[in-house]
Each structure stands twice: as C-alpha cells, then as structure tokens.
C-alpha cells in the first residue's frame, strides 16, 4: 500500500514533462510535491516557465494515479522514491536521477556493491562461457550482478549469478508488471526471490524500443562498473557502456575471437579505453577502496560453501584487496525540519523564494569543492546533509554559474 506521500509523487511523475532535473527544482522552491501540486500556475511558471507551468496544473487534476495504483498493489510492487532510505546512491548521483524505481522482490544495502554485465542478444557459445565464468565469479567476489532480462548475454549473465546463490538484479525497458521477453517468465520469477525486478517506468509501459537506451543508462548508473562479454559494433551494450563512462564507471572489456562479429564491440571498446579482462581480479582491482573492506567480508562467505557451489576460478583470482577505510552510509531522505526551512523561505507577497540557510550552505559546498570535482556524496558527507538536498542546492549552484559540473557528476567551483 503506498503512503499519501507517495501517491503525490507518482501523480507528479506521471505528468508528462517532469524529468528528474525540473522535478528537483520544483522541490527545491516548493519543498514537497504536494506543495507543487497545490502552488499556483504563476508560481510555478516562474521556476519552470509558463508552458510546462500549465502543463502541470492542467494535468495534476486529470492524470490517473488511481488506476496506476491499483496496479501497483495488485502486482505486489514497492515504490522507491527518490528521497526514500532505500533509493540507491549510486543512481542518485548520476545525471537526472530516475524519480521512482517500481520494485519488485528487494533492494539490499550490499547491493550498491554490484557490477553489470551486458552483450549481444545473439551469442555464440564462446560469449555463453565467458559471461557465465564472469557472472559466477563476481558472485562469489560478492558483487552483485545486474543486467537487463534481455534474451542473449543478459540471461546468461541474470541465471549465472542465480545457479551460484548470489544475487542479480534486472533493470526493465518496460512496465515491472510486463514479462519481456516473454520466455524469460521463469527466470523472472527466480529473481524476485534472490534479488530485484526494477523499472523506471509506469505500470503496464510496453517495451518500445525507445525505453531500453533510457534502462541502459540506469544499468550503468547503478553499478560500479560494467562489463561487456560479447557485442557487435552497433549492439545496445555500447550504448550502456557509453552511459557509463559519462557516468565516470570503469568499463571492462572481454576479448573475442578475431574475425568474430561478437568481438568487434569488446575489441573497439578497448581500443577507446576499455580495461581488458581476462581473469576476475582484473575487474576487482578497479573497485574503489571503500567497496574492498565491505566485500572482503563477503569473501569470507565463500570459504562456507561447498566446493560444488563454488565455480573453477582460483582463490588468487577471487582475492580482494584489503581498504583502509570504508565508506560512510548517506541518507537521502529530507528531514522535517529542512522541508520547513523551504516552507517558511516563501514569502507569499512576492512569490520568490529566499532561504536564508541556502547562502551559508552554498559557501560552505564552494569551500569543500576540489578542483578535480567532488562526488555529489562526498558534498553531502562534507556538509552533513542529505543527498537529495546536496543535489537540489548543486543543482541551483549550477544554474547560478556558481559551479560547473564534469563527467561522472562531479562538481567543482566555476
């Protein structure tokens, strides 16, 4: 059942137009969307302009949350908003994060340790054994392992991680509650129960070809990294693979055959960058040091399992190097008392909004910047506030010209 809360953000989201950027600003002015929701077509022209202004107040009367939740409860789906605890960090720090994941089966906080794995639809049985040996081993690393249910190397990739008890999650071109590609019905099923069905887009959305780029860059987005197993020159793996090095990801690239059209991806993606992988460590010596110290004790896991649960890969090949520090949890969620500093910055006979508090939080985020660009959770960590919040005033900063921003979302003083 979705809360009040909730439901104001799905009507929002459902309005056509509110992309994750203008969504911030609202909230940002606005403090909450039901405050969006009930602000005047002058008011919210004056942060969106008037053709988007009328748009929300046109259709915020008419768009049928109603029917979507009815939906959502009928198939047993959670709703993950982006100023929910549970929404992951690594997507809130991308570019124009998505605004809800509709979930099904669980998120867990190991979770954010996990690496994508995509190819071609049309694999060859080398493609079959090298996306099965990496999958199996980045489980048993601890990783988990995300992909996009597509038929090919995103199956292999989804059923690998699942045959090694571990943990995978498949981001969807269409609506949670559609089952594409239809003979993928089965291992749909098993991943809810050891990991997570996640969509960006409404109930009941059909899987037009235009949604599956939108889904890649969310595969990039979550993970630490992605992998390409195998993938012709024109495959959609590249665009994810693209999505993630704007997103400032390391992409690992597996070698082919040569004279092999499945190659040509892996091979040009090397000869742009890539790292190539041949071996396990190849990608685990790439994660950040925050990550190692959290999946050491993962690795530990392993050495309780039977050796027929365990794939040929060596213990030297799995072994991960030891952190010094771990990185500290961040909340995202906004507490009460900053949605009342937003509320109270209003000043109802001008209609413009002054936050006093905004200036000194502005000064401060300026002071911790580094040159290189600051991750939007080190700003937040810096500054002790939440993620949603650093975003929103970066955001702001940005339009201001007071920061400029770098690839990967990072940020830096302009």
């Given at each position: 059942m ?24 609202l ?10 929701l ?35 409860e ?80 995103d ?6 991680a ?14 949670v ?104 460590s ?5 994660i ?127």
């Open positions: 979705c809360s009040e809360q909730q439901k104001q953000w799905l009507t929002l989201f459902l309005i056509p137009g509110i992309g994750s950027t203008t969504f911030i600003k909230i940002a002015r606005f403090g909450s969307p039901s405050e969006v009930s602000a005047s077509e002058k008011a919210l022209s004056e942060v969106v302009g008037k053709t988007l202004a009328h748009r929300i107040a046109h259709y915020r009367e008419v768009v049928d949350v109603d029917t979507e939740l009815k939906l959502i009928k198939h047993q789906v959670k709703i993950i908003t982006l100023d929910d605890p549970e929404y992951p960090v690594s997507l809130a720090e991308i570019y124009e994060p998505p605004l809800i994941l509709y979930c099904k089966g669980n998120l867990l906080k190991r979770d954010q340790y996990s690496i994508s794995i995509v190819g071609t639809r049309k694999y060859s049985p080398y493609g079959s054994k090298v996306t099965c040996f990496f999958a199996q081993g980045l489980t048993n690393a601890g990783f988990t392992v995300i992909s996009g249910l597509a038929a090919g190397i199956t292999i990739a989804h059923q690998s699942l045959d090694s008890g571990g943990r995978t999650i498949a981001f969807l071109g269409c609506g509650d559609v089952i594409y590609p239809k003979e993928n019905k089965e291992l749909y099923e098993r991943i809810q129960n050891q990991g997570a069905i996640i969509s960006t887009f409404p109930m009941q959305t059909k899987p037009l070809g235009t949604n599956f780029p939108v889904r890649n860059r969310f595969i990039s987005g979550f993970s630490l990294g992605t992998v390409v197993t195998e993938a012709t020159r024109n495959s959609g793996a590249l665009i994810t693979a693209q999505h993630a090095v704007e997103q400032g990801k390391t992409v690992f690239a597996i070698p082919g055959p040569i004279g092999s059209p499945n190659s040509e991806g892996p091979h040009w993606l090397i000869r742009q960058g890539a790292k190539l992988a041949e071996k396990i190849d990608i685990t010596e790439e950040p040091q925050y990550a190692r110290e959290v999946l050491k004790e993962e690795m530990k896991n392993i050495d309780n399992r039977s050796q027929s649960e365990r794939i040929n890969t060596t213990r030297s090949e799995l072994q991960l190097p030891i952190s010094m520090s771990i990185k500290p949890p961040v909340s995202i969620i906004p507490t009460k008392s900053e949605i009342q500093n937003k509320k109270e910055g209003y000043h109802q006979e001008t209609t413009s909004f002054i936050d006093l508090s905004r200036t000194s939080l502005e000064q401060k985020i300026l002071s911790i910047l580094s040159p290189e660009g600051s991750y939007v959770d080190e700003v937040a960590i810096s500054c002790q506030i939440p993620i949603s919040e650093a975003l929103s005033t970066l955001t702001l900063m940005e339009i201001k010209g007071l920061v400029k921003q770098f690839a990967g979302k990072r940020f830096t003083k302009a």
